[in-house]
């Protein structure tokens, strides 16, 4: 089982520690900086022996070297996109598995928001580390894919357990409420869920992770076969990437 802390760092970026308990192994996901993460390790009395990185953007993996350097770690991130990801010593890619200690990982191949995303799942700690491809009650934006890519990514994540925590890589999910309400106006857990956002983040508090069953059941993005959300976007019975791309293409604009 991993122990999970998560680290606020820039404006709105969230990096993990995962730590598995019954060898020490410690890794870092997408750390943005450096010097927020040595802190935590110190706090933690944890020895850092792994980054993972999701995908290449600058907010994940701007701590690599200096992070590689001070501590030997060894860096996994996506083959897709290994010629981006700094440091990199292993490369993987779909349904490829890596032992952190005896917390294993599952990785998915998730293009759209970058062409070589990946999200690393642990089963046995529920644990999914998903960088920017579902935010709380939302989804990364498609700088290097396509909707049809993107929701083909999103649909290889449908059948995780509910209880899974997902742990993303920003705090957006106030902003991300205020457009899925506009879409799927009818959806009380949505309604419910919103509220409740707007009250943690009025009082500074965290959003995230959410659970794998929330975002189920309020994200929009994983919602496209929503009569309700067909409805607002008067695309009843369309095809479900014609729905995701749509929804996606309005969040652009919101
Ligand atoms: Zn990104
Ligand atoms: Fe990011």
Redesign the pocket.
């Known amino acids: 089982m991993l122990e999970i802390h998560q680290i606020p760092v820039l404006s709105d970026n969230y990096v993990y520690l995962a730590h598995d308990a019954a060898t020490g192994d410690t890794a870092v996901v997408d750390p943005a900086t450096t010097d927020e993460v040595f802190a935590a390790l110190e706090e933690k009395g944890w020895t850092l022996t792994h980054i993972l990185n999701t ?1 290449h ?1 600058l ?2 993996v701007g701590g690599n070297e200096v992070i590689k350097a001070k501590t030997g770690c060894t860096i996994l991130g996506p083959r897709a996109d290994a010629d981006r990801i700094p440091g990199i010593d292993v490369q993987v890619g779909d349904g490829d598995t890596y032992a952190l200690g005896t917390s294993v990982a599952k990785v998915f191949d998730v293009p759209g ?2 062409r070589g ?1 990946i999200a690393y799942w642990f089963e046995d700690s529920d644990a999914l580390f998903c ?2 491809t579902v935010f709380a009650l939302g989804c ?1 934006r498609l ?1 290097e894919g396509t909707p049809a890519q993107m929701w083909h990514s999103l649909s290889k994540l449908k059948d995780l357990p509910e209880q899974t925590k997902v742990y993303c ?1 920003h705090e957006y999910t106030q902003g991300n409420a205020a457009f899925a309400i506009t879409v799927e106006p009818d959806n009380a857990a949505l309604v419910a869920r919103k509220q409740w956002v707007d009250e943690r983040r009025a009082n500074g508090e965290r959003t995230v992770p959410s659970t794998w069953g929330e975002e189920l059941a309020t994200n929009p993005f994983l919602r496209p076969d929503s009569p309700d959300l067909q409805k607002t976007l008067g695309m009843v019975g369309a095809d479900v990437v014609e729905v995701f791309g749509e929804t996606r293409k309005r969040k652009d604009n919101f």
Do not use: L, S
Request: charged share 15%; hydrophobic share 15%.
């Open positions: 995908h953007h907010d994940h928001h970058t995303h960088g920017d990364g700088f890589a």
